[in-house]
């Protein structure tokens, strides 16, 4: 008999992958699997918590430049 | 360096969740064929990898009863 495991499938980039696989790999507390180098299905009630922590992780990543005259 | 960033920008807007169940640890590739058919029949596959046996739907009552049905067989 398969099973059916609850989660949200998420498409991104490798590299955008390879950051939640780095978060994770913390306290494995978000992926359900791993299914390619651009798909992966995590845990529903972590969702939010993750797209946190990514946001984070790319602030980190990227330059604190505010070049576009946005307010 | 700023194109990098917009670099992150089109990334970040690449990422798409999409809240469903997924299928795994089927029997045989047969059971798997049938099943993931009958997923995309009824509209709720949106992936699946034929090498590793899983795929991942948007509603999983029907296929589960469908599932069920093959059992009895």
Known sequence: ?71 | VVDQIRLWQIENERMKATPGFLFRDFENQKEYEGCSRYADEIGVLIWKNDAKRMFFVTRHEQLRDYIKSRKVK
């Open chain 1, 1 to 71: 008999m398969p099973r059916a495991i609850r989660g949200v499938l998420v498409e991104c980039d490798p590299s955008i992958k390879s950051i939640i696989v780095k978060i994770d790999s913390e306290e494995h507390a978000y992926i359900v699997e791993e299914l390619d180098d651009q798909t992966l299905v995590i845990k529903e009630n972590m969702m939010s918590m993750l797209k946190a922590r990514l946001e984070d992780a790319l602030k980190e990543t990227q330059q604190p430049a505010d070049d576009s005259g946005s307010d």
